[in-house]
């Protein structure tokens, strides 16, 4: 079953590939010129053109490309003048820092509120904690940034601005890439805390939205759940409330939950452009942005790959926590 | 189930939220006066942060720092602390030149031969000399590249090998067949005149590709500040280059942060805290807005750049009436006025201001609905009429909508559409023809340096239509082709301006190639602490950092 997993998941890779490759060279742009410059000669732009192998036929480029992968030549960017590879390497960690903070955040506090709000339905806490989801869900990333930058930052001075660490602050030797993980293994407590300082803000702004959807969902799972007649089993046989909720309720509400945490990494790597660029965070959403404006073909199919990976994996780890949570599913 | 009335709550009580943190941020901050503060008032550098370091906000990654090929001002602002050329335009003049690498230099009665005399203490940063052959090196790199960038010498220089001559080890002399009046403006140019280091760049050549792929992303210059850190999209940082012959005793930069903050809102909120001492590019809504702190300086100084619309000579609109006519439609009072607030002026004509021949007198077009429609008329233009608008994300937009808006009034429907750079780019420098041309295109030019034929021949050449140039219109008008191709061999000042008030009174009046729009200024905002900065508009987008200061240091 595994096998076939991943040749399935190495199949829709392809299939990424050539539908990206295909779309990006369909819309009628000359990233060429874009490099030399306005100034640049006719022989100036077809010597660029040749450089990057954009002037062999569609076929060959695509070939050329597949098989460059297998060496993990994911090509040059026209923007960066760098490997695309390096790139990666480079802008990679910082969004999966800030990713995985956002879902820490949105698991937690989601469903957290989730729970309290079917546990006290229609009390005082369950109106707050929904009047906090539909805020979460209504409000623009983009927007609650620069509106949390002015006051968090400019007036009342608590947070950074934005990008990852301070000036002035010695940063852990390189290991994971993530700043926060690195200084942590590093004993380095200054540029640990100087880390979380700059990754609260965009990590809670980020965040916000897939909270919401998550609350919202652990509430209508919990209240489905606590209806079932294990639920009234389990209290008619004595056991406190807390252990009903916890041991029994919970743990059957997750399967939906889980099911939602996979489907929002793609949210949080996607929506993380938006916030990226709000706090100057240098990671692949700012890159990849930068690259679909400027027909950076080969920058948009090496950050697409990556991100259907990490989707694909991802989704992988999801079905295998459900035969962790119910006995019942096997593979 | 849930009521109705708790519906409302939730909707009304999360308005209630957002209200109540917009109020909160767009509230007053204490401090922020509308008065003034003097001089000697300018807050210090803010707690925390090292005096001698100047951090500066800037919109984008510098994404090319090879000579040869950068056309991108973000490039300009790290060459321009860490390379140099032979001559630099002086101060804010750019009619002078001040030495650089050149202590003096001279040329012959008719500019064949030029001679310049190195300064003996220059070193590169790798520690070698600044000498001859280095300059020889590099200027030859530049030509045989064949990059974005080389055109700047190729266009004088033909044979490198000969017309570059190194007479003593700091003594090299160009050698022209002809009069060549413009080779110290194209060494003054903020591009592609740079000199570097022949000993790093040929360390890190690749396959014969003259370094270009290493310099793309390093320095090898002799500047006042060195390449101590790029972090691609988080930061570039310049350091103090000790050995760099230009030092005096007084306060400079030890080192210059240059930290990379694409949204606008955020680069305000960083300059009005004091996190950063230096920033630009703000639309002109924020442009009002920081005018109004004391704590800031706020610098729009005239540059050389025009933002114009280009008007196709094809189709519909290859009769010149029909291209007055829609000169006369414009509404130019409500786009400068109304959407850019005043604070950019109206373009004269289609040579910018600074430039020189830039002819004061030339003809400028009125807002005149009436001569519009009778223009038509005359050219046989029924009302009905489509036209297509295009310009860049990014572009103004603005200028189109004003745009359609009047040409409504006398028939002309206008369709404005918003392209992404890399294919608006490949169509205005591409050779597309009418109909998937637009008729009407937005765009902004500087020169490379102060000579009206290196502004005109690129942009209205016939030779230079399509991929050949920027003359996106296709514009072809013989009498302005035989001024420009007169005019590079025209050594008195007088006889070349005269020829160039023709030209310009062919391009924008008798047989229009533009809508000439606004003079985008040079934006500089700084603390008020920060002193001695001194613009160019040759160098547009760089900060002379080696000259800033900061009070009471």
């Not at chain 2, 442009?287 to 540059?303: F, M, T, Y």
Request: proline share 5%.
């Amino acid at each position: 079953m595994l096998l076939r997993r991943l040749v399935m998941m190495a199949l829709v890779l392809v299939g990424i590939t050539i539908i990206t490759f295909l779309l990006s060279r369909v819309v009628p742009t000359d990233p060429a010129r874009l490099i030399a410059g306005p100034r640049a000669s006719a022989e100036g732009v077809a010597k660029v053109r040749h450089e990057y192998g954009l002037d062999l036929p569609l076929g060959q480029q695509y070939w050329r490309y597949m098989a460059n992968l297998l060496d993990w030549n994911f090509g040059k960017s026209f923007h960066s003048l760098r490997p695309v590879a390096q790139d990666l390497a480079d802008f990679l960690p910082a969004t999966v820092e800030l990713t995985l903070a956002a879902l820490l955040f949105a698991v937690i506090v989601g469903n957290g509120i989730g729970v309290v709000s079917a546990v006290w339905r229609n009390s005082l806490a369950d109106h707050l904690s929904r009047l906090v989801a539909i805020g979460g869900l209504s409000t623009p990333a983009f927007w609650l940034g620069i509106l949390a930058q002015l006051l968090l930052y400019q007036r009342l001075g608590w947070l950074p601005f934005g990008g990852r660490h301070s000036d002035g602050v010695a940063m852990p030797p390189e290991i994971t890439g993530l700043i926060t993980v690195d200084s942590l293994l590093a004993g380095n407590w200054a540029a640990l805390w100087d880390g979380l300082h700059h990754l609260l803000l965009p990590a809670l702004v980020l965040g916000i939205e897939p909270m919401a959807v998550l609350a919202r969902i652990m509430r209508t799972s919990m209240l489905e759940v606590m209806r079932e007649q294990y639920i009234l089993a389990a209290r008619a046989k004595g056991l406190i409330e807390r252990v009903v909720i916890w041991k029994h309720a919970i743990r059957n509400a997750l399967l939906s939950v889980v099911t939602m945490i996979g489907l929002q990494i793609g949210y949080l790597l996607g929506g993380s452009i938006l916030v990226e660029t709000v706090f100057s965070w240098p990671g692949i959403g700012r890159y990849s942005a930068r690259a679909i404006v400027t027909a950076d073909y080969n920058a948009v199919m090496g950050v697409t790959l990556v991100v259907a990976a990490i989707y694909l994996a991802t989704n992988f780890l999801v079905d295998m926590a459900y035969a962790w949570l119910d006995p019942r599913i096997r593979y | 189930m849930v009521s109705k009335s708790q519906c409302s709550l939730y909707h009304c009580g999360g308005i209630v939220m957002i209200l109540a943190a917009i109020l909160a941020a767009c509230a007053p901050a204490a401090g922020t006066a509308t008065e003034v503060a003097p001089a000697s008032e300018a807050p210090p550098a803010a707690p925390g942060r090292d005096p001698k370091t100047l951090v500066m906000a800037i919109y984008s990654n510098p994404s090319d720092l090879d000579p040869a090929s950068n056309n991108e001002q973000l490039g300009n602002l790290v060459l321009d602390a860490t390379t140099e050329g032979l001559v630099r335009a002086r101060g804010e003049n750019i009619e002078e030149f001040e030495p650089q690498l050149a202590e003096r230099w001279e040329h012959n009665e008719d500019f064949t031969l030029w001679t310049f005399y190195l300064r003996h203490n220059a070193k590169f940063h790798d520690g070698s000399a600044v000498d001859a052959e280095a300059v020889k090196y590099s200027f030859t790199r530049l030509i045989d590249a064949g990059l974005g960038m080389s055109f700047i010498l190729s266009q004088f220089i033909s044979d490198p090998e000969s017309q570059m001559v190194v007479v003593d080890p700091y003594t090299l002399e160009f050698r022209f067949e002809s009069p060549t009046p413009l080779l110290i403006n194209a060494l003054s140019s903020g591009y592609g005149s740079y000199v570097v280091s022949p000993t790093t760049v040929k360390a890190n050549e690749k396959e014969g590709d003259l370094g270009h792929e290493w310099m793309q992303t390093h320095e090898a210059g002799s500047g006042a500040y060195q390449l101590a850190e790029f972090s691609p999209n988080e930061q570039v940082v310049l350091t103090r280059f000790a050995d760099w012959w230009g030092w005096d005793e007084g306060f400079h930069f030890e080192k210059i942060i240059l930290k990379v903050v694409p949204e606008e809102s955020a680069r305000r909120s960083l300059i009005e805290k004091g996190d950063v001492d230096l920033t630009y590019e703000f639309s002109v809504e924020n442009l009002e807005a920081l005018q109004k702190n004391p704590d800031l300086v706020v610098s729009l100084a005239p540059g050389l750049a025009l933002q114009y619309l280009v008007l196709g000579k094809y189709g519909p609109l290859e009769d010149a009436r029909v291209r007055q006519a829609i000169s006369y439609a414009f509404d130019y009072d409500g786009y400068v006025n109304g959407i850019y607030k005043g604070l950019y002026p109206r373009a004269v004509g289609v040579f910018p201001v600074n430039l020189k021949c830039h002819d004061p007198q030339a003809f400028v077009y009125t807002t005149d609905l009436e001569k519009a429609r009778q223009l038509l008329e005359e050219a046989g233009i029924e009302p009905g009429l489509e036209l297509r608008y295009v310009t860049e994300e990014g572009g103004p937009t603005s200028a189109g909508q004003v745009l359609q808006t009047q040409l409504a009034q006398i028939g002309i429907n206008l369709k404005i559409e918003q392209m992404d750079s890399s294919s608006y780019v490949g169509i205005f420098y591409g050779d597309v023809e009418w109909p998937e041309r637009p008729e009407i295109m937005a765009w902004t030019w500087w020169p490379d340096y102060n000579d009206p034929t290196d502004w005109a021949w690129i942009l209205f050449h016939s030779a230079a239509s399509g991929s050949s140039g920027a003359n996106a219109g296709f514009y072809s008008n013989a009498r302005a082709d035989e001024i420009m191709d007169l005019a590079p061999a025209i050594t008195d000042e007088a006889e070349l301006c005269e020829l160039y008030k023709e030209f310009q009174d062919i391009v924008i009046r008798q047989d229009p190639a533009w809508i000439p729009l606004i003079e985008p200024p040079d934006q500089a905002i700084f603390r008020k602490d920060i002193r001695g900065y001194q613009g160019n508009p040759l160098y547009r987008g760089t900060f002379d950092f080696y000259r800033l200061t900061r009070a009471g240091e």
